[in-house]
């Protein structure tokens, strides 16, 4: 837990005002990125790491949503004790976000240029033509042609890699130290998938921007993040390095999800499942959320919630893998 | 083993709101699948894919064509004939969401095949849907329930029950499982393969998920821009791919054991079906593109292994003197 | 539907719609145990000694019209009047706006364009003037007066279910429907239509509020429902000109409207946000 992390995220747990009363969502959730670093946080729905993306700026509606308790600090700053004027100044330059779907994130009735510039002219104090010119850059960066065309063009114009291409610039020009990207590729094409991943590890090199990637897909983890934190069901579940983490799994959940994917080299006739489903948020089981899927459940994990194990590869759980 | 389909020259065209301005969502795909076999397509968006998925099942009318089922040719059906024929061939969509009707109760959609061609009795058909929500891994207390109170995969179940129920020859599958979890996922595709070697099942499987299509086809053809640029058994392609484009799709795949090797980045993006580069579709984004594929198509040929059918002028390079 | 009806109690002004509604038509329905007088019937002690109408009093607790009648009696006998109407009328408007909105949205092509241009001809015409000419030229009788209106009020339903069935044609299970073999009229029938009901119950209950209106309106302007039988609107009609020196008759009968009108609306508005919360966003 040192102040030279990019972000720390102390025992985070967030839920919801609903018709049924509160409802938590994510709970006890800790992770830690450092500068230059990719962190991949992996889940299915139902796990809350989107939940937990949009809690670290506070972008949750809040009514009804609600931070119950635990820390979020950017550098030295605690985010968690600035009010929301204040965090006004950390989005978008400070922080960056990538959405999953780039036509919903950008604005439809303005051009590219007026959007890839609004967070300069929020956050900086440069001049018109400076601005110009540092919009023209990021989009050279983000490997878009043509850039003073792309500037008077509408996001319907264009095609929806170069779409996240954009908002990727967006989410640059200010340099964060941080970028959050929440499923960037998901509703993209294979090879345009391809591309964008390419340009975020570029990105990387050249800019040393530390990145969160939100994903369910585990192959994009081991291909482009150092560390991996697994969620499941609110919490996480396991935190490791990418190779520790997927060469030697230690909760069972991980170990069950890397076996079910269908790998694309090695053919088998039954996929390994994980039977059942996850519960909800509001039904979680007394004990470990993952007592009524697991293969190598114990007595314990009915009766109480696992405990964080280990330093560097850690893991909750009372049965790990071994 | 029999051809139970035969797809010739199948063409699709939709007129736009632009007079004279024609999309062509399909061109001129030709493929047969053998009895109890799994064609797997897979391309991005754009490609065709679902279309062609429809034409097949004939809930689009071809531009031009011919489709041969179980020896039958669909075009000389009348509307009547066309529906009965309608029993051995199901379709599975993508969107257990959209695909049931929300006003209707689990039974009555499961049920309806076997009302609509008037099997058996109401007795039987009871029966029938009970034996069917068993065999797809449901309780029988789901027949009374709507669909809004299960989740993805359930509703997939339950899509999958209503396509078996009349126990069909083949099961055209459109990306089934991309709107679900890796874990639901992997029991769906075990439920497929059961079904399959169970009610010995053809399958068209439609994916834009290359693992997915590896693991379930014996046969995959890729898209590109509403044509097949190349066509193999399953081990065959994924081992040994030929097509520029099946070599960049393989790669771009994100490889939990990073055995991909270097990944292959296409440049440009996905192609509009509203401007089709002239020769080969695929020209403007090939890596090893020359002079003569942005005049001359190729067509889809076998290579010389005979392995695979590829539509690409590097590997069937056209003859002397040109088409 | 167990559904509805909990989330429609949480509503509490649409539950006030409900209660009044329900008090209108029991009103109505029981207009013989409910009413003091007959109707029709002209007291001696009705009309002042200058033969004008008698204000509210102890025997007559809304006063008497022109003609001596008492006038509570004659709003609770022209509730009868202005529900029927209203029912008739909406339930003729939803039948033909229906069929014509289903058929047109399902087969489209030229049957689809044909009768939409054919509805909004309807629409192009002003409201009024074609009920005002249709009942000048059929001579009015309940029968005639509701049809009247349902002719006017058609086209509004034919266009809603025409695009809804349009966006519910595209859904995937339709599709499903078809791949399975179903036939158009079963998939009319079995697929499209049930999807259809909640809008075909919201209209229903913000229709009769317009209908009543409408009634109203044509009754006022002397067209529609003939005396003696009371309407609401033929009540204003009548006593029009005792407007200043007996406002009561005018007051009273335009009160029962307003109560009417606003209570199948709130219920109406109610049920619309309950059935379909895509529009209004679940809470």
Known sequence: MSSSDVLLVDDLSVGFNTEDGFVEVIEDVSFSIKPGEVLGLVGESGSGKTVAAMSLLSLLPSPPAKRLKGQILLGDVDLTALNSKQLLNYRGRDVGYIFQEPMNSLNPTYKIGYQLMEPLKLHTNLSKSEIRAKAIEMLNLVGINEPERRLEQYPFELSGGIRQRVMIAMALICEPKLLIADEPTTALDVTVQAQIMDLLRNIRKDLKTAILLITHDMGLVAENCDRVAVMYAGRIVETGSVTQVMKSPRHPYTKALLESIPGIHNKKEVLPTIAGMVPAPGKRPVGCNFQDRCASVIEKCRQSEPVLDGKDHRVECWNPVS | ?323 | MKETWKKLRKKKLAMFGLVMVSLIVLVAIFADFFAPYDPSEQFFDGLTLQGAPVGPSEKYLLGTDLLGRDLLSRIIYGARTSLIIGIIANGVAILIGTTVGLIAGFARGKTGTVLMRFTDLMMAFPALLLAITLAAIFAPSLLIVALVIALVNWVQIARVIYTQTIAISEREFVEAAISLGATPVRILRKHILPQLVPTILVWATLGIATTVLLEATLSYLGIGVRPPTPSWGNIIFENQNYFQSAPWLVFFPGMAILLLALSFNLLGDGLRDVLDPTQRGKR
């Open chain 2, 1 to 323: 083993m029999s051809k139970l389909l035969k797809v010739e020259n199948i063409s699709k065209e939709f007129q736009t709101k632009n007079k004279g301005v024609t999309v062509k969502a399909v061109s001129d795909i030709s493929l047969e699948v053998k009895a109890g076999t799994t064609l797997g397509i897979v391309g991005e968006s754009g490609c065709g894919k679902s279309t062609l998925g429809r034409l097949i099942l004939k809930l689009l009318k071809a531009s031009a064509g011919t489709i041969s089922f179980d020896g039958v040719e669909l075009e000389k059906l009348s509307e009547k004939e066309l529906r009965s024929q309608r029993m051995k061939m199901q379709m599975v969509f993508q969107d257990p969401f959209s695909s049931l009707n929300p006003r209707q109760k689990i039974a009555d959609i499961i049920r309806e095949p076997l009302d609509i061609h008037k099997v058996g009795n109401m007795a039987s058909r009871k029966k029938l849907v009970e034996e069917t929500i068993l065999r797809v891994g449901l309780s029988l207390e789901a027949l009374e329930r709507y669909p809004h109170e299960f989740s993805g995969g359930q509703r997939q179940r339950i899509c999958i029950a209503r396509a078996i129920i009349l126990k069909p020859k083949l099961i055209i599958a459109d990306e089934p499982v991309s709107a679900l979890d890796v874990s639901i996922q992997s029991q769906i595709l075990n439920l497929l393969s059961e079904l399959k070697r169970e009610l010995n099942l053809t399958y068209i499987f439609i994916s834009h998920n290359l693992s997915v299509i590896r693991h379930i086809s014996d046969q995959v053809a890729v898209m590109y821009l509403g044509e097949i640029v190349e066509m193999a058994d399953s081990e065959v392609l994924f081992k040994n791919p030929q097509h520029p484009y099946t070599k960049a799709l393989l790669s771009a795949v994100p490889q939990i054991d990073g055995s991909a090797g270097a990944k292959q980045i296409l440049q440009g993006d996905l192609p509009n079906p509203f401007h089709i580069p002239s020769g080969c579709s695929f020209h403007p984004r090939c890596p090893v593109a020359i002079e003569i594929c942005s005049s001359l198509k190729p067509a889809l040929m076998p290579n010389s292994a005979g392995e695979s059918k590829v539509s690409c002028h590097l590997i069937n390079p056209p003859k002397a003197g040109g088409k």
